[in-house]
């Protein structure tokens, strides 16, 4: 049994079905620091996975190999490679840490480094050992829906992704710009806002079906 502190996966039930707890948030990873540990073709998906929705995210890979693919990605995006076996030292700086090794020893020193230094960390494929899923993401514009299975099966959210991809309009981002417009406009303090914009937006879900 690992001695380490684990997030508690048994998650409670809500009218018989298991409650997903998780707190999406947004993360503006162009300001933050991530170091991605590892070379391989995990790594190579966390990267890709990450620049897909950020492109300009500030990221570190420290690996000792790293597969032409990444590196040919690494260097299209300007972030750097370091050619090493991983040390704690590496964390200096950081935000997230997402650690992608086969090995499970090092993949766990990475875990008690982080919690030893407060920083969020992701063990790619090890559930109990992350602070934060990369779960599925869908993209139009500024419009962004983050899908998650609380870590169960990142194939049915990759599925759900692509199903909202199809369903959700094209044009959904010009909606969301007119929207946007009509908000500078509205007179009063915020409650009278909301109450105006929810006013407004009733008719959002059908005009989407």
Do not use: W
């Not at 997030?7 to 933050?32: A, M, W």
């Not at 704690?88 to 935000?95: A, D, I, N, T, W």
């Not at 992701?122 to 419009?143: R, S």
Request: aromatic share 8%.
């Amino acid at each position: 049994m690992d001695t380490h502190t684990k997030t508690n996966h048994e998650s409670p039930k809500k009218d018989g079905q298991p409650l997903n707890q998780l707190y999406p948030i947004f993360l503006k990873v162009r300001v933050l620091q991530t170091l991605i540990i590892g070379g391989g073709n995990v790594a190579l998906e966390k990267l890709t996975f990450l620049l897909k929705s950020s492109p300009d995210a500030q990221v570190t890979l420290v690996s000792p190999m790293f597969r032409e693919e990444t590196i040919a990605l690494a260097k299209k995006h300007d972030i750097p490679m370091v050619l090493q076996v991983y040390d704690s030292s590496f964390l200096e700086g950081k935000h997230l840490v997402i650690a992608t090794t086969d090995s499970d020893v090092v993949n766990k020193s990475v875990y008690k480094d982080c919690k030893e230094q407060n920083i969020l960390v992701n063990l790619a494929d090890n559930p109990p050992y992350c602070d934060f899923y990369m779960g599925g993401i869908v993209t139009k514009g500024n419009v962004k829906i983050a899908i998650s299975t609380n870590g169960k099966s990142p194939t049915m959210a990759k599925r759900l992704r692509q199903f909202f991809e199809d369903v959700i309009p094209a044009d959904i981002n010009e909606l969301a710009e007119n929207l946007n417009e009509y908000r500078k406009t509205i007179k009063g303090d915020f409650e009278q806002k909301v109450e105006a914009m929810n006013e407004f937006t009733k008719s959002l879900v059908s005009k989407i079906k």
